[in-house]
C-alpha cells in the first residue's frame, strides 16, 4: 500500500506562486507514473499534470508555461510548482501515483489552494 503525504496549499494573492509536495512511501515497486489533479466542488476531478518515469512531462493546456512538474527520485517525491496564480486556478489538489506492475493507482488526501486577493 502505497502512502501519499500533500504539502504545500495554502492562500494566494493573484499573480503570486506555491509549491505543491508529494511524498510517496510504502511502494513495493517502482513508481512509475506521478501526476497532479486538481477539484473544484462540484465539478469534476481534472489533470494538471503528469511526469512519467523516465521523466517525461506533459500538463494541461489551462495551466501551460505558469505549472511546472518535477520529481526527485531518490525522494519518491513529485512537486508542482505554480506561478502566476489566477483565482481559476483555486481548488484542492491532489496527488495520484502508481507503480512498475501494479494495476492499483493511488491518492493523496487532498490539498487545498485558494488564490484570492
Known amino acids: 500500500q502505497v502512502q501519499l503525504v500533500e504539502a504545500g496549499g495554502g492562500l494566494v494573492q493573484p499573480g503570486g506562486s506555491l509549491r505543491l509536495s508529494c511524498a510517496a512511501s510504502g511502494s513495493k515497486f517502482s513508481i512509475n507514473n506521478m501526476r497532479w489533479y486538481r477539484q473544484v466542488p462540484g465539478e469534476q476531478r481534472e489533470l494538471v499534470a503528469g511526469?512519467?518515469?523516465?521523466?517525461?512531462?506533459n500538463v494541461a493546456d489551462s495551466v501551460k508555461g505558469r505549472f511546472t512538474i518535477s520529481r526527485d527520485y531518490t525522494k519518491n517525491t513529485v512537486y508542482l510548482q505554480m506561478n502566476s496564480l489566477k483565482p481559476e486556478d483555486t481548488a484542492v489538489y491532489y496527488c495520484?501515483?502508481?507503480?512498475?506492475?501494479?494495476?492499483?493507482?493511488?491518492w493523496g488526501q487532498g490539498t487545498q489552494v485558494t488564490v484570492s486577493s
Open positions: 495520484n501515483v502508481d507503480q512498475v506492475g501494479d494495476r492499483d493507482d493511488y
Open positions: 511526469i512519467t518515469l523516465f521523466g517525461i512531462t
